[in-house]
């Protein structure tokens, strides 16, 4: 349990890193946070916003940039993920409503 805010920063990095499609800049949010403690589970919330509606491919091409990302920094740390593992992605695209949340689990 140390290592989880080395993670949630590993996370935020590699994110900023590799996902030039995250609004990134401070002019809508991106946060990186220790959430929760599960039963058998430690939540990490990933809440950013997208320079590109949420439609077509390069929507979908940001959205997995930011799942390798993820996995990457998950990798690097020496963290794993354990079956079973839903992984759950909620992004707000910067031209939507502010209320508009697309969820997906993974």
Known sequence: MDKIPDLVNE????IVKCCPKVITNGSKPFR????????????????CRLQCPPVGDGYFEAREGI??????AVRRKGAEFVPPTILR??????????NTVLIQDV
């Open 11 to 14: 996370i935020r990095e590699e």
């Open 32 to 47: 990186v946070r220790w959430t929760n403690f599960g039963d058998n589970h430690l939540e990490v919330m990933i809440d």
């Open 67 to 72: 799942m390798q990302a993820i996995a990457q």
């Open 89 to 98: 992605v909620e992004m707000r695209d910067a031209a939507l409503p502010a």
